[in-house]
Every structure is written in structure tokens, then in C-alpha cells.
Antibody
Framework: EVLLVESGGGLVQPGGSLRLSCAASGFTFDDFAMHWVRQAPGRGLEWVSGISWNSGFTVYADSVKGRFTISRDNAKNSLYLQMNSLRTEDTAFYYC????????????????WGLGTLVTVSS | QSALTQPASVSGSPGQSITISCNGTSSDVGGYNYVSWYQQLPGKAPKLIIFDVSSRPSGVSNRFSGSKSGTTASLTISGLQAEDQADYYCTSYRSSSTPYVFGTGTKVTVL
């Protein structure tokens, strides 16, 4: 069974930083691209960032480009999201998701989701 | 980056069929046959229910079906049941600097 468990959320002041983690199990982690998707409380889904199986290709939404960095450690079956210069509009549940294949592309689908971790940006 | 357009809410009685539309452009829905749909039950994480426009993952009820015509994708729920009450989102690849876009979401209410 695929299991994705996010952690690292919490309360942070505007301009601050936070690092999210996602522990993966139940599949061969380094065979798949991974993504972060967020959802502000009571709002819709927003794709944030994606990374290929070997970290060779990363991609970001315009809304977080230059502030967020996605990474992975295949030896630890873990995905990360380093979030800097946080803004109030970054407040959301952040979900770790597994892609269908090793590289994100036009065929991407978000096959499995974690339960999410809440990030609150507020003074 | 504008989201794909979905109706805010759709409702139906048990046993009825309902259809949720997902309107995009030639740069996203109209340009690729890789639209997927997600069901989000209250307080839960989203779940993939349709991929590649009309395919269902193993274990998803065949009451869920997908289709596409031009720049509009659609999700149909047949034989509506109380357990189908949830939010539904479409998504597509978009040929832009932000490559993945979700729909605005549709709240399905079973009367």
C-alpha cells in the first residue's frame, strides 16, 4: 500500500522559512516523480512544484518560483519542500503526491496523496 | 495563472446522473488527452478517480465516467449515492510556465 506522510508544518511569521518533509513507503520511491500540491483552508487545489525521479528536472508554479525549493533523498525515501520568504497567501494544507511515472510531463497525474500538513503564515 | 472553470455546485437526487464540466483552453484541456479528476470527501485528502480523460483507477466505481469535447472535459456520476457528496476537481497539463492547473472545484450535493 502506498503511504505518504507529510510533516513540518506549523505557524511561521511573514518572511520566515519552513521545511516540509514527506516520508514515502509502499512503492519504489526512486521510480517516480513527485509533487507538492496545496490547498488554502476552504479553497481549491493549487499545484506547487514537481521533481523527477533523479532530481534532474524540477518545476515550480509562478506563485512560488524563487522562494520555494523542492528536493528529494531517494536513499531515505523522502521528499522535501524548502519554503522561504513566506507570505500570508502561502497559508494552506500542503500535500505530497506521487506521479504516474519517473518524469513529470503532460501525462502527469497525481495518483496518491498524503493527508497533508498545515502551514500557517501569520504575525 | 487562471484555473480551469467548473460550476461551483451541482446537486441531484439519489439514483440520478449528474455531469460536472471543466472548461479550459487549447493550451490545456483542448491540447492534451490527459485530463484527470479528483474526489475530495469532507476533511479528507483528494483521491484520483479518472485519468487520461476517461480511464478509471482500479477500485473506483464504474458509476464515474469521464469524457472530453474540444476544450471542455466532463465528469459524469451515474446512480448518484449519498457517499458521492464531495468536492470534485479536474486538472490538466498546461503549456505555460506553470505546467499544471486545477479546476475551481465543484461541490456535489445529494438531495
Amino acid at each position: 500500500e502506498v503511504l505518504l506522510v507529510e510533516s513540518g508544518g506549523g505557524l511561521v511569521q511573514p518572511g520566515g522559512s519552513l521545511r516540509l518533509s514527506c516520508a514515502a513507503s509502499g512503492f519504489t520511491f526512486d521510480d517516480f516523480a513527485m509533487h507538492w500540491v496545496r490547498q488554502a483552508p476552504g479553497r481549491g487545489l493549487e499545484w506547487v512544484s514537481g521533481i523527477s525521479w533523479n532530481s534532474g528536472f524540477t518545476v515550480y508554479a509562478d506563485s512560488v518560483k524563487g522562494r520555494f525549493t523542492i528536493s528529494r533523498d531517494n536513499a531515505k525515501n523522502s521528499l522535501y519542500l524548502q519554503m522561504n520568504s513566506l507570505r500570508t497567501e502561502d497559508t494552506a494544507f500542503y500535500y505530497c503526491t506521487k506521479d504516474r511515472g519517473y518524469q513529470w510531463n503532460y501525462e502527469t497525474r497525481f495518483e496518491h496523496w498524503g493527508l497533508g500538513t498545515l502551514v500557517t503564515v501569520s504575525s | 495563472q487562471s484555473a480551469l472553470t467548473q460550476p461551483a455546485s451541482v446537486s441531484g437526487s439519489p439514483g440520478q446522473s449528474i455531469t460536472i464540466s471543466c472548461n479550459g483552453t487549447s493550451s490545456d484541456v483542448g491540447g492534451y488527452n490527459y485530463v484527470s479528476w479528483y474526489q475530495q470527501l469532507p476533511g479528507k485528502a483528494p483521491k484520483l478517480i479518472i485519468f487520461d480523460v476517461s480511464s478509471r483507477p482500479s477500485g473506483v466505481s464504474n458509476r464515474f465516467s469521464g469524457s472530453k469535447s474540444g476544450t471542455t472535459a466532463s465528469l459524469t456520476i451515474s446512480g448518484l449515492q449519498a457517499e458521492d457528496q464531495a468536492d470534485y476537481y479536474c486538472t490538466s497539463y498546461r503549456s505555460s510556465s506553470t505546467p499544471y492547473v486545477f479546476g475551481t472545484g465543484t461541490k456535489v450535493t445529494v438531495l
